[in-house]
């Protein structure tokens, strides 16, 4: 008979699988320790919207369009300077809508040559915020244990995750996830599952990369397409990046914001509200106008439920608030219903006013702004606060968070 290795002799006996899991297991909570942003270099200037888009997109026989979409872009400059879009930053410029002139025409065949793109300019846009948070982070690259890739450009495999890894150097041994198509609520859903990931195993640290580019669904405007007017009003290209992990190493890392708790809610009888299909020429996308009233009407419940799950009894004046500013419509009916102060989501107004609507990744850019204030002393003294991403579905993501030490004291 064959002798038995003694190492496979030794060791089944000894440990139970109750005692590995629980050695598998962090200690504290998953907690933000550092974000990094970036977008593309083309930045269109809100005032000069309309004609970027409509020359581009060679649609100057439509002005009734082209009045609405500058009485809309017009009425952000104007009425709500502070508030609102003043720039946003796009892939698409000149140079690409030259090289594919069929991008300005929605029914012509356009898909292969946007997912061939999309598949190199995502990741790389994607590659630079998280090299940023990586330098803010303090740590090499190699230490990364878990990818989470998000974005709604990825129809593709291998996709944009394999790409970005290699572009930041991760080891190859790095757990990668790619999350597709959850629009505007994909940074919500991204860090939910960094907080499982980075609480499940001890030691990981999970880089979140969220990445949008308005390329797949840039084309011209439509009668009676409404959704395409209000999309150019108000989307934008940026991608962030955000460094997950529990237990944080005293001398090298940073906590910033604790994540205590996490949920997801549908909305009922939601499902038509908010759409994204990809079609032979582009992504089609649908925003029913009743959709502001719609997270209003919900939002609430979604922060009774999580406070509760966790027996904490928050006042909602009292928190900082990372809310996904989807429009400035919704946050203000989302600030009315919850009975808060105008200057409550500041941070969320701030990006909507620098980026627009990013979708997915715009939650990451509040999260940094966020940061920026604490550390500045500004006014969201608050140790509790809630980070709200919302999208196709209608869903609502959740996550309580609490400020962290590296932030404490600034
Ligand atoms: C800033 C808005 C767009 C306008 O401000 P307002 O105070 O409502 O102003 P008005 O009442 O004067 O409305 C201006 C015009 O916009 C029209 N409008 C007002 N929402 C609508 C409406 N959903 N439909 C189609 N007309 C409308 C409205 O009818 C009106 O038209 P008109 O009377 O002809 O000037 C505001 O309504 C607002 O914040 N809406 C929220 C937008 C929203 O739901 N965002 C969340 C969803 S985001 C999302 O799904 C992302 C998908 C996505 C997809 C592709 C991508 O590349 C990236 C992302």
């Known amino acids: 008979m064959a002798p038995v290795p003694a190492t496979a002799a030794a ?7 109750h005692e590995i899991r629980r050695a598998q297991r962090a200690d504290g909570p998953a907690t933000v ?8 270099e083309t930045c269109v200037p809100q005032d000069e919207y309309t004609d970027f888009y409509f020359r581009l997109t060679k649609s100057e026989h439509l002005p009734e369009l082209k009045n609405k979409l500058r009485r809309i872009c017009k009425h952000y400059a104007c009425t709500h300077i502070v508030t609102s879009i003043e720039k946003r930053f796009l892939h698409v410029n000149d140079d690409v809508m030259e090289a594919h002139p069929e991008f300005a025409d929605r029914h012509l065949t356009s898909l292969d040559a946007r997912v061939e793109i999309a598949s190199k300019v995502v990741p790389e846009l994607a590659a630079a915020a998280s090299a940023k948070a990586i330098a803010d982070w303090g740590r090499p690259a190699t230490d990364i244990t878990h990818l989470i890739f998000s974005t709604y450009s990825g129809v593709k495999a291998p996709s944009g995750d394999r790409l970005l890894a290699s572009l930041l150097g991760l080891r190859p041994t790095v757990s990668r996830t790619v999350l597709s198509l959850h629009g505007c609520y994909g940074g919500g859903r991204a860090l939910q599952l960094a907080k499982e990931l980075a609480e499940n195993n001890r030691g990981a640290r999970v880089l979140v990369a969220c990445a949008e580019s308005t390329l797949i669904a840039f084309y011209g405007p439509e009668v009676g397409c409404n959704d395409t007017i209000i999309g150019q009003a108000l989307f934008g290209d940026g991608s962030g990046a955000v460094i997950v992990g529990a237990d944080p190493v005293g001398a090298v890392e940073r906590p910033l914001f604790e994540m205590t708790f996490a949920s997801q809610t549908t909305v009922p009888d939601s499902e038509g509200a908010i759409t994204m299909q990809y079609m032979k020429g582009g992504m089609d996308y649908h925003i029913a106008s009743g959709v502001p009233e ?24 009292d928190l900082f608030w990372a809310v996904h500013p989807g429009g400035r419509r919704i946050l203000d009916l989302i600030e009315e219903s919850l009975g808060l102060e105008n200057g409550a989501m500041a941070a969320s107004r701030q990006v909507l006013h620098e980026y627009g609507n990013m979708s997915g990744t715009t939650v990451i850019f509040v999260l940094n702004e966020l940061r920026r204030r604490f550390v500045a002393g500004g006014a969201e003294g608050a140790d509790w606060g809630a980070l709200m991403a919302f999208g196709p579905g209608v869903t609502v993501e959740t996550i309580l968070l609490r400020v962290g030490s590296g932030l404490k004291g600034n």
């Open 11 to 17: 060791a089944p006996a000894a440990v139970s699988t």
């Open 294 to 317: 719609m997270l209003a009407g919900n939002i609430e419940r979604c922060l009774v439920d999580a406070f509760g799950a966790i027996g904490v009894a928050a006042r909602w004046k």
């Open 33 to 40: 320790l550092a974000i990094g942003t970036a977008n593309p």
